[in-house]
């Protein structure tokens, strides 16, 4: 095998155990990244290649630039940034979904206050589907603000929606279904092509493996 | 923002080029342009203004959300170039209908085009590029690909990639197996943004048998060396016409006679984002640069937009993202080393003899604006990073090295 390295980068977080077992799974082992560590860059030198600790939406940034060959982030941070990046692979893990929510019980949304921490594919979202809205741009909390009547309805992840009915709010719309993604620089695809197909190739077989799993519980 | 704060930025998107980057630059650009002139090519300049329609069109959806727009004092629709293809198209339909062809002609300058997305990209773009008019060869294609490599080496660079394609291959695979024309531009679409997950997840909701459904996901796979057209012609089933591939095997014989095989790798999945490309495509990538840093194509139905029906092909560089590239490998050199020609009083007369002697040898040379005294020169001359330091006084010169 072809030995040029490789760096990917990977979500620090809610996302990084499944990631890890995704790549374990891939054959590629990274015991060292489960204990708790504040490293922040790995090498793994049987395989030839390197992994970069980030925050899920510096993800992107690191791969467009190029520090990063490749990555492995959530759709919504994808959906959200509109990077020239290449989108190789849908992994199969990390399964939610972005809703719009309302508070339990109440009518139709039709427009008004939306808010949200993904405010470009709200707003995206609602122009598609003609509604007039003003989105409010939220760090965290966001089902805090029909209660308080800050807003009219949300646009939020949920996995489970347990989070919604505690706070008295319900799903209304399904935005988009949310799954992590392989993805690629151009030039690193095109200029380690072949390590780049190796990974990919390694990492679908994992990815289908996972959902024959899902389907068979 | 008030216009007294505004006065001391730049717009979005455009920037100032430093002393050190914009000698470099020019240095690149130069670098380049010889290369193409080596080639027989002619280089001519456009203006930066000119109306929008020589733009906007059918052929031109992409750039139409990109293009600077102003009225002129008659209220016409003027645009900043967003590109060299057209102005060039517009000349060799006009100034040089009557030239020999094929034609060969260059440029180097800026282009503006809105950004789209991120914040931060650029919006004044510096290009340089040739356009190869009038033939449809294959060898054209070959002569222009080839260029495109040795202006790179010439540029400095030694690690890059320049991938090849065919927009035909892709179309006559799409019409082969009984894809919709409205489908298949959906599938292209996914090919260019290199959208994998959409398209299979497109594909699948295609009416297409499965055998065709695999055919069409297995192009992402076709990248690599010359082993890839045999691959594509697999996914070809017997009968269908083979152009595309025949062509780029041509190709790749001829760029093996240029001397740059080594340079070229194929990708059937490479679709370029403007509309107006009618056979190879190609772009140049270089290690830890995500964009292209130059792309072109064959254009053959262009130049009839203009009046004139002449097949074409080109390619782009863009000078910005090779600057950058070959800043970080610190390709260039150190240059000529300054001097510091000084004088004190009645040592004037002979430190302009002395600057003047040094620029003649090409030396470069800062003559100093006022008498002062040896010492203070000196520590003037190591301010200024200046390599000698020559002091004349009325009695004589001093030479001193930092």
């Not at chain 1, 760096?7 to 977080?13: C, E, H, I, V």
């Not at chain 2, 929008?52 to 209220?75: A, I, Q, V």
């Not at chain 2, 055919?215 to 152009?243: F, H, N, Q």
């Amino acid at each position: 095998m072809n030995k040029e390295w490789l760096t990917m980068a990977l979500a620090k977080g809610r996302m990084l155990p499944p990631t890890l077992e995704l790549l374990e799974r891939a054959g590629i082992g990274l015991g060292q990244l489960r204990e708790k560590t504040r490293k922040l860059v790995f090498s793994l030198d049987d395989v030839g290649m390197r992994f970069i600790m980030a925050k899920p939406a510096d993800i992107p940034t690191y791969v467009e630039y190029g520090v990063a060959d490749m990555g492995i982030v959530g759709k919504d941070v994808l959906l959200e940034q509109e990077r020239e990046i290449y989108e190789l692979l849908d992994l199969k893990i990390g399964h939610c979904r972005l809703v719009v929510a309302k508070k339990t019980g109440s009518g139709l949304f039709t427009g008004g206050y939306v808010a949200t921490k993904f405010p470009r594919s709200t707003e995206r979202y609602f122009q598609q589907t003609g509604r007039q809205v003003e989105v409010i741009k939220l760090h965290g909390s966001v089902e805090l603000a029909p209660l308080l009547g800050l807003a009219d309805v949300i646009v939020d992840l949920v996995s489970t929606g347990r989070t919604l009915k505690e706070n008295n709010l319900e799903e209304a719309e399904t935005v988009a279904h949310i799954t992590s993604r392989l993805v690629a620089n151009p030039g690193s695809y095109q200029m380690k092509g072949a390590r780049v197909s190796w990974l990919a190739g390694l990492l679908e077989q994992a990815a289908e493996g996972e959902k024959e799993n899902a389907e068979s519980i | 923002m008030s216009d007294k704060n505004r006065r001391l930025m730049t717009p979005d998107g455009v920037r100032d080029l430093l002393p050190g980057t914009a000698g470099r630059k020019r240095q690149v650009e130069n670098r380049v342009l010889e290369t193409f002139s080596l080639f027989g090519y002619r280089e001519v300049a456009t203006p930066a203004i000119e109306y929008s329609s020589t733009f906007t069109g059918e052929m031109n959806g992409d750039l139409e959300g990109k293009l600077y727009r102003f009225p002129d004092e008659r209220g016409r629709t003027m645009a900043l170039r967003p590109d060299f293809t057209f102005p060039l198209a517009r000349l060799a339909a006009t100034h040089l209908a009557g030239e020999a062809l094929p034609l060969r002609l260059c440029y180097g300058g800026s282009v503006w085009r809105y950004a789209t997305g991120q914040q931060g990209r650029q919006r004044e773009i510096a290009q340089a590029g040739v356009e190869l008019i009038g033939s449809g060869s294959i060898a054209a294609d070959a002569e222009v690909v080839a260029l495109a490599v040795e202006s790179l080496l010439a540029a400095g660079l030694s690690e890059f990639t320049v991938c090849l394609g065919h927009v035909g291959f892709l179309q006559t695979l799409l019409c082969a197996h009984g894809v919709t024309k409205e489908a298949a531009e959906r599938v292209k679409a996914y090919f260019n943004r290199k959208d994998f997950v959409s398209l299979k997840e497109y594909v699948a909701t295609l009416a297409v048998s499965d055998r065709s459904r695999r055919c069409l996901l297995g192009v992402t796979a076709l990248r690599g060396g010359r082993g890839v057209l045999d691959e594509a012609a697999a996914l070809l089933s017997a009968g269908t016409e083979r152009d595309s591939l025949d062509r780029l095997e041509e190709t790749w014989l001829m760029l093996e006679e240029f001397g740059v095989s080594r340079f070229i790798t194929f990708d059937l999945g490479l679709v370029r984002s403007l509309d107006y490309y009618t056979g190879m495509v190609f772009e140049g990538y270089t290690a830890g640069l995500g964009f292209p840093v130059l792309g072109g194509g064959r254009y053959d139905r262009l130049l009839g937009l203009f009046g004139r029906d002449l097949p074409a092909v080109g390619f782009g560089l863009n000078l910005d993202h090779l600057l950058t590239v070959l800043e970080r490998r610190g390709v260039f050199g150190v240059t000529e080393a300054l001097v510091f020609v000084s004088y004190s009083a009645g040592g004037r007369a002979g430190a302009m003899a002395e600057a003047r002697r040094l620029r003649r040898e090409g030396r470069p040379v800062i003559l100093d604006v006022a008498a002062r005294t040896r010492e203070e020169a000196l520590a003037e001359a190591r301010n200024r990073g200046a390599g000698e330091v020559i002091h004349c006084t009325a009695g004589g010169r001093w030479t001193g090295n930092e």
